[in-house]
């Protein structure tokens, strides 16, 4: 048996909560897929997926399915201490071929920075696979043009979820996903 999704969604969250599990819980509940038994895979963007909204993709789940995710995932019990979780997502010019989803869980990033380095990493693991020529230690921006311009790469995105500790020391917990679908 095969199971090659074609339909995606993201989605992200944050919760806060004296425990720790609980705060992932309020995080997941944040994200609207608390209901959900999800299993965690690599980071492979399906090829001819069809990315939906979050709303179109809730209608696909239901209490206890096992649902099959890219998550990223951060917390914190240190008062104002800076957390993000961040999904990126690079796309090939042929749809017929796979892209790539990549996961950063950092501390002291802000959403911005955590959400472009993590579409590098995703457009960067595009990129080798694809065979285009670039040098690894130019700025993201750079490189992102040279992805862009050999016309393989048609798109590239993130999506981050950050968050700074809880003031009184509650557990902070963020989680950013990439839900797959049949």
């Not at 995080?27 to 179109?56: F, G």
Request: aromatic share 10%.
């Amino acid at each position: 048996m095969t199971f090659v999704p074609s339909k995606i969604f993201f989605t992200k969250g944050v919760g806060r909560h004296r425990e720790y599990l609980s705060s992932f819980e309020l995080a997941l509940r944040d994200a609207k897929i608390e209901k959900c038994n999800l299993v965690t895979v690599s980071s492979i963007y399906p090829p001819s997926c069809k990315r939906i909204s979050i709303e179109e993709g809730l209608k696909h789940l239901s209490p206890g399915q096992i649902t099959f995710c890219v998550m990223a995932r951060n917390s914190t019990n240190e008062r104002n201490r800076l957390i993000a979780s961040s999904i990126g997502v690079a796309l090939p010019a042929d749809a017929s071929q796979y892209g790539y989803l990549s996961e950063h869980h950092p501390y002291g990033e802000t959403a911005e920075y955590a959400g472009e380095y993590a579409e590098d990493l995703a457009a960067t693991m595009l990129a080798t696979t694809l065979g285009i020529e670039f040098d690894s230690n130019t700025a993201w921006d750079e490189r992102e043009e040279v992805y862009k311009m050999s016309g393989k790469i048609v798109k590239s995105f993130n999506v981050t979820q950050s968050a700074e500790g809880d003031k009184n020391g509650l557990w902070t917990t963020v989680i950013s996903a990439a839900i797959l679908l049949p």
